[in-house]
């Protein structure tokens, strides 16, 4: 399965939704013989696309198209792309339901925005969805793989893949993901013109809907969907809980431990360490499933030196920590419990002082997954403990003048509101 079944959160935002106004629609209700003719005029339009059938030839057949697997595994001889390129537009999607038949070594398909008019894996951007051996992956050429989860063969998932400014979030709907949900923030990459494309390799599989479409309020602002952000932008020695973040939900920053200021447009920890539980800063998101990143730099080095994401807060002693841990050079996933440290998973990190990394964190239901620059995912699926709470922030240990910078705090999942109900036009 993709991920865990569970009861999704509600963002708070809500608007009627217009009717989506079609950029590109293929929902293949007209059956075809293989191969297909290329250029292929899109059902119902608008939108064409060229064909490359060198191994392999698309059919159409019971509303879907039908993918086989190539005779011979190589990116290029099997795919499509737009004739005419996309711009680049903040709330631009493209969205692909797809099905896949097989998760065995060897398998993989790939799909999304790429530069360039080719059936090759080799220009895709923003990232694309790259299912491989029954994981879903997201690539970004140049940046490489996050790993998102599993895929359950024979079922049908609805991906969207929203453009900001630079990067896209990235969502699936399906299988074990009963609502929309968020796997992935991009943030590299903002190439102007795209073109909506799809490229196979030794993967079979069904695509019933490949289209895009201008998505509006709150799609069409980078951080509109945001239930929380802070750049930190202040005068130097600002307290933490006297300054107003960028997206603020209500109340602001609250120094739940320890002392905090603004420097250098960063919040760092300040003064002596305050005990156990370090420096901790939170903020009420209104969510308890959540996608939160932050931008860590550990300034000091010496014995329990790190810096980490807060999740799921309700007081100094019950919470969880995703933490760059500086002493034992590891990514950690923390629960405190009525005061009690107990480390759930880590793994094995190269980290330099002074030098900033991009820690994301998931909590979903019972699971929380962290990531450490898109890579070294580790997750811990039984954690059950505040399940609940909306509260999330900043943590820093060890010394004084650890940072924290681009703190954002999204929802994990869309079941109302104008977000949601974006979604849900882009998929029906």
């Known amino acids: 399965m993709l991920?865990?079944?569970?009861?999704?959160?509600?963002?708070?935002?809500r608007a009627a939704t217009a009717a989506l106004s079609w950029l590109l629609r293929d929902e293949y209700s007209s059956a075809a013989a293989a191969p297909l003719a290329s250029p292929?005029?899109?059902?119902?339009?608008?939108g064409t696309?060229?064909?490359?059938?060198?191994?392999?030839?698309?059919?159409?057949?019971?509303?879907?198209?039908?993918?086989?697997?190539?005779g011979t595994a190589t990116w290029g001889d099997l795919g499509f792309y737009t004739t005419t390129a996309l711009s680049r537009a903040t709330g631009r999607a493209l969205h692909v339901r797809a099905a896949f038949t097989s998760a065995a070594t060897g398998d993989r398909f790939m799909f999304g925005w790429s530069n360039a008019q080719d059936a090759s894996y080799a220009n895709f951007r923003t990232p694309a969805v790259y299912p491989r051996e029954g994981r879903i992956e997201l690539y970004n050429v140049g940046y490489g793989s996050v790993d998102a989860g599993d895929y359950a063969t024979a079922t049908a998932y609805d991906?969207?893949?929203?453009l900001r400014s630079t990067g896209a979030f990235c969502l699936v709907r399906g299988g074990a993901f009963a609502a929309w949900t968020l796997l992935w923030v991009a943030r590299f990459d903002s190439v102007a013109n795209l073109y909506p494309s799809l490229a196979a390799y030794s993967l079979a599989a069904t695509v019933d809907r490949f289209r895009a479409a201008d998505l509006g309020t709150p799609w069409d602002g980078d951080y509109g969907i945001a239930l929380g952000r802070d750049t930190f932008t202040d005068a130097g020695g600002t307290s933490l809980d006297a300054h107003t973040p960028d997206v603020d939900p209500g109340g602001g920053w609250?120094?739940?431990?320890?002392?905090?200021?603004?420097?250098?447009?960063?919040?760092?920890?300040?003064?002596?360490?305050?005990?156990?539980?370090?420096?901790?800063a939170t903020l009420e998101s209104g969510a308890a499933d959540?996608?939160?990143?932050?931008?860590?730099?550990?300034?000091?080095?010496?014995s329990a030196n790190g810096a980490g994401i807060v999740l799921r807060y309700t007081d100094v002693d019950n919470l969880w920590l995703v933490q760059l841990n500086w002493t034992t050079s590891e990514l950690r996933i923390y629960e405190r419990n009525a005061g009690a440290w107990t480390q759930r998973a880590s793994a094995a990190v190269?980290?330099?002082?002074?030098?900033?990394?991009?820690?994301?964190?998931?909590?979903?239901g019972s699971t929380i997954t962290a990531w450490l620059e898109g890579a070294h995912k580790i997750s811990y699926s039984a954690a059950t403990l505040n399940q609940s709470a909306t509260r999330h922030?900043?943590?820093c240990a060890g010394a004084a003048n650890n940072r924290h910078d681009n703190w954002t705090c999204y929802p994990r999942t869309f079941t109302a509101g104008a977000a949601y109900d974006q979604l849900e036009a882009l998929r029906a």
């Open 49 to 70: 696309f060229t064909l490359v059938q060198n191994d392999g030839q698309f059919s159409v057949s019971g509303g879907s198209l039908q993918i086989p697997e190539q």
């Open 290 to 302: 959540v996608l939160v990143e932050s931008d860590i730099t550990i300034n000091h080095t010496g």
């Open 254 to 280: 609250t120094e739940s431990y320890g002392d905090w200021e603004i420097y250098e447009n960063q919040a760092r920890n300040v003064g002596s360490n305050p005990g156990d539980a370090g420096w901790l």
């Open 159 to 162: 991906f969207a893949l929203v």
């Open 393 to 395: 922030g900043i943590r």
């Open 3 to 13: 991920g865990p079944a569970v009861s999704p959160v509600s963002i708070r935002k």
């Open 40 to 46: 292929r005029t899109a059902d119902p339009g608008p």
């Open 350 to 364: 190269t980290i330099s002082a002074g030098t900033p990394y991009r820690v994301t964190a998931t909590a979903h």
